[in-house]
């Protein structure tokens, strides 16, 4: 079965220092892997995403995912994290059929310490 | 504009009561969903509708039907409600016909407190 792993439930970072969330899966096939981010009331907007080709992808507000086969993982990165990235981070997988049905993981709550 | 809306944005009720969510893209998009996360914020899929046509459904209790009149709106009829029902629901669209490497836009969400 297809599931997606968030080893860190809270993290919690200085204004400026890299963050890494990490992201596990487990999938038949080569997955389509996504991050989204939650802000506090807020619906999930879309960080990046990975289907093919160059497996480091660059996303919105700075943010990357290099995604490595081997490791069955795909990792985010910030070099610089700002106070308005502390949010929910949720990394999901695609579907095994093509309905768009996308697997969550559970999420890491982000927070930034000034 | 808002381009995918939820009303309510919050929702409190007794148990065995019936109520509806409802949720409107202005996207243009084909394709709606429903998830539910739940207070260990696990979001998982519930249904999701392309042209008005089911091609999702999860294993939800048939307590709860989507409806979909047109393609721009995605309702939640939820029965007899359960307190187990308390959670944060997310309507969601995508442009669809592309399957998983369409993009999902979520609205804000509505947070339903059973009593």
């Known amino acids: 079965a297809q599931s997606v792993t968030q080893p860190d439930i809270h993290i919690t970072v200085s204004e400026g220092a890299s963050l890494e969330l990490r992201c596990n899966y487990s999938?038949?096939?080569?997955?389509?892997l996504f991050w989204y981010v939650q802000s506090p009331g807020q619906g999930l907007q879309l960080l990046l995403k990975?289907?093919?080709?160059?497996?480091l992808v660059q996303g919105i507000k700075g943010f990357e995912a290099e995604f490595k086969r081997s490791q069955s993982s795909f990792n985010l990165r910030k070099p610089s994290v700002h106070w308005s990235d502390a949010a929910e981070y949720f990394c999901a997988v695609g579907p095994a059929s093509n309905t768009g049905k996308l697997i969550f993981g559970q999420g890491t709550t982000l927070q930034v310490k000034p | 504009d808002t381009a995918v809306s939820q009303t309510p944005k919050y929702l409190v009720t007794q148990m065995g009561n019936d109520k509806s969510i409802k949720c409107e893209q202005n996207l243009g998009h084909d394709t709606m969903y429903w998830y539910k996360q739940d207070s260990k914020k696990f979001l998982k899929i519930m249904f999701s509708?392309?042209?008005?046509?089911?091609?999702i459904n999860e294993t939800v209790p048939n307590r709860f039907s989507p409806k979909s009149p047109d393609k721009a709106h995605l309702n939640l009829h939820i029965n007899s409600l359960e307190l187990g029902d308390s959670a944060v629901y997310f309507c969601?669209?995508?442009?669809?016909?592309?399957?998983?490497?369409?993009?999902?836009?979520f609205g804000p969400g509505t947070r339903l407190t059973v009593l």
């Open positions: 999938y038949g096939a080569t997955p389509y």
């Open positions: 509708y392309n042209n008005k046509e089911l091609i």
């Open positions: 990975y289907f093919s080709g160059d497996t």
């Open positions: 969601a669209s995508s442009q669809g016909g592309q399957g998983a490497t369409d993009t999902q836009y």
